[in-house]
């Protein structure tokens, strides 16, 4: 069956350019959530909804970053004025129930 | 601050179990240990979860100590394939629970 997907794979961005990375969920997942993972390093919590409710934004490192839902399925993950330390692979999960997480492959996202 | 400790990197032999161990000395009563590896250049991918009782599925064991300050992961019978990061992640509900922190989690090398 179809997995989580997320588009582009690979994105290069100049300095200061807007990004927009896209996480297509598996079909009736209700969680989804949006994760940095910076070379060499475990994954970093972002943010989290539950359908098209944004119920925990926590982790989201500036007020650059912006994700939303708004249909409760797909969501996008905005980066405005991209900074070269937001250079990292960003990875979207989604959850039936909230307990199992299947991941998308992430988007690998590199600001020069 | 992190609520497991895993050693940075581990071998094993093809064919051989590989034991991974990780410690969670803080858990408290309702908190769950969730593993999850991650191959290179992939998502992660769910193995196995547990709250006292020892765990089986058809990827792995999950042994929990009596006292649940620590557990063990084990893969009975290590392929090159199972060469991955693991992760050892103690969340709190098992549903609807956006608490999944990952660590910097064992690189585990499986050898021919």
């Known amino acids: 069956g179809a997995g989580v997907s997320q588009s582009p794979r690979y994105k290069v961005a100049k300095r200061g350019q807007d990004v927009a990375l896209r996480c297509d969920p598996i079909s009736g997942h209700v969680s989804l959530f949006w994760y940095q993972q910076a070379l060499g390093q475990g994954p970093e919590f972002l943010t989290y909804f539950q359908n098209e409710a944004q119920l925990d934004k926590s982790g989201l490192p500036s007020d650059r970053f912006f994700a939303e839902r708004p249909e409760g399925s797909v969501s996008t993950l905005k980066i405005q004025r991209t900074q070269q330390e937001d250079s990292a692979v960003y990875l979207c999960a989604s959850s039936l129930e909230g307990d199992k997480q299947y991941f998308g492959p992430g988007t690998r996202l590199t600001v020069t | 601050d992190a609520k497991t400790t895993q050693p940075t990197s581990m071998d094993c032999a093809e064919g051989r179990a590989a034991n991974l161990p990780c410690n969670h000395s803080t858990i408290s009563g309702n908190e769950y240990v969730y593993w999850y590896r991650q191959i290179h250049s992939q998502g992660p991918q769910y193995i196995i979860h547990g709250l006292k009782n020892n765990e089986t599925n058809e990827m ?43 660590g910097a989690g064992t690189r585990l090398t499986v050898k021919p």
């Open chain 2, 60 to 102: 792995a064991s999950l042994i929990i100590t009596e006292d649940r300050k620590s557990s063990t992961l084990i893969l009975p019978h290590a392929t090159l394939r199972d060469t991955a990061v693991y992760y050892c992640i103690v969340r709190g509900a098992l549903y609807n629970n956006n608490d999944m922190r990952f």
